[in-house]
């Protein structure tokens, strides 16, 4: 069964950094779209970052400038560099694989779900 690890989260100082990881567990042959989201408590998921069909980058307008998504292919993993962290960033981050080609089921597409990893950043 395919499935998506993250890895990278934790508690850091307002004006830190963070890097997260979302690696998927078997060889890709494809991906459609890579995106980031997060929740805080109480409030609805929001996207965060995504690279989407065709290479396009988008970000969420509360992060433009401060965090960067990437990939590496090789790796098989998804990035997620978070700059000049806030207290507002604080959330659960979820990475989201759509369309995903594995190479032991090459006629099949998944879409794939991170199990969430916690961002806490303190003032």
């Known amino acids: 069964q395919v499935q998506l690890v993250e890895s990278g989260g934790g508690l850091v100082q307002a004006g830190g950094s963070l890097r997260l990881s979302c690696g998927v567990s078997?060889?890709?042959?494809?991906?459609?779209?890579m995106v980031w989201y997060r929740q805080a408590p109480g409030e609805q998921r929001e996207l965060v970052a995504g690279?989407?069909?065709?290479?396009?980058?988008t970000y969420g307008d509360s992060v433009k400038g401060r965090f960067t998504i990437s990939r590496d292919n090789a790796k098989n993993t998804v990035y997620l560099r978070m700059n000049s962290l806030k207290p507002e960033d604080t959330a659960v981050y979820y990475c989201n694989l759509v369309g995903v080609v594995v190479t032991t089921a090459p006629l099949m597409k998944y879409n794939l779900w991170g199990q969430g990893t916690q961002v806490t950043v303190s003032s």
């Open positions: 078997e060889s890709i042959l494809s991906i459609d779209d």
């Open positions: 690279i989407i069909s065709g290479g396009t980058i």
